[in-house]
């Protein structure tokens, strides 16, 4: 196939998306500077609760690291996005059914392929998220720690970004550079801060204070403080068990936490026109 066929194909594979799509959601990506810092748990947290106030969740698992969704959430899944891009399954046959009804899309592998499909795989990944938006209120990306290439790509195409610390000063210094990165790429970017992990209110405002104070200085910018979830003893037992802390003690310091954030995210993160499609073709146009 040559040049200009195939970007005729990729155009028709975008127009399978109608503008004019009645369905809105929202998408926003978790990310972190520094590995470990609890994406995962903060993505499982949200989505749990963001289903208990009856809204639908997808969660894609855009994550390499050892400790996965599916591991957390207790799901095992046996296909992943790579046989939907080699055109072995669609879409719907991968999703797994995590708890309160959140719908868990695998990536792992596939991942890294999704910024360079070809056509037809393109075509197919499209269409079959165009299916599964029509049902979707809120679509979460947890992505890998760091500021490789393929997490930045996912972050862009989101509609907007939370990007998770923990008070600790390599995690904070790491979450300026992701800060940094973001912003070069596209200073309109909307970047929500958590702090996770922390041992006091006072703690958590300090953290968001000198993220807030660096990125004002260096790169006159904003980060939107989105607020904190406690260093929580319940989570680390439901970590343990396989089981979201949301579903298991819900009364807990990180469980109540994980309310108030959702609350906010409500309130604050607009409703976009098919934004879960519109992720898509935003993430095969940066490409191109
Ligand atoms: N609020 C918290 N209270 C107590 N422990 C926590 C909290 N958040 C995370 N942890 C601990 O940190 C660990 C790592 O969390 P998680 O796997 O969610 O991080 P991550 O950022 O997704 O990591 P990776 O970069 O490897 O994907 C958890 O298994 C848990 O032990
Ligand atoms: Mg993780």
Partial sequence: ?????????????????????????????????????????VVAGLALTLAKLGQRVAVLDADFGLANLDILLGLSPTHTLEHVLRGEKVLEEIVLEGPMGIRVIPASSGIQELTRLDTASELRLIQGLQR??????????????????????????AQEVLLVTTPEPTSLVDAYAMVKVV???????????????????????????????????????EVKALGMIPS?????????E????????????????????ADQLMK???LQKDGFASFWKQLSLEES
Wanted: aromatic share 4%; net charge positive; hydrophobic share 40%.
């Fill in 232 to 240: 929580d003893s319940s989570l680390l037992q439901s970590v343990r």
């Fill in 242 to 261: 396989q089981r979201s802390v949301v579903e298991q003690f819900p009364r807990s310091p990180s469980a109540l936490a994980f309310r108030q954030i």
């Fill in 183 to 221: 912003h070069l790429r596209d200073s309109e970017k909307t970047l929500w801060v958590l702090v996770n992990n922390a041992h006091s209110e006072a703690e958590a405002e300090e953290t968001l204070e000198q993220l807030q104070a660096a990125s004002q200085r260096f790169l006159g910018r």
């Fill in 268 to 270: 604050k993160v607009p």
């Fill in 1 to 41: 196939m040559n040049l200009d066929q195939a970007s005729r194909l990729r155009a028709m594979a975008r127009q399978q998306v109608p503008e004019t799509a009645l369905f809105r959601s929202r998408v926003l990506a978790i990310t972190s500077g520094k590995g470990g810092v609890g994406k995962t748990n």
């Fill in 132 to 157: 599964i938006s029509e049902t979707i209120d809120w679509l979460l990306i947890d992505t890998a720690a760091g500021i490789h290439d393929s997490v930045v790509k996912l972050l862009l195409a």
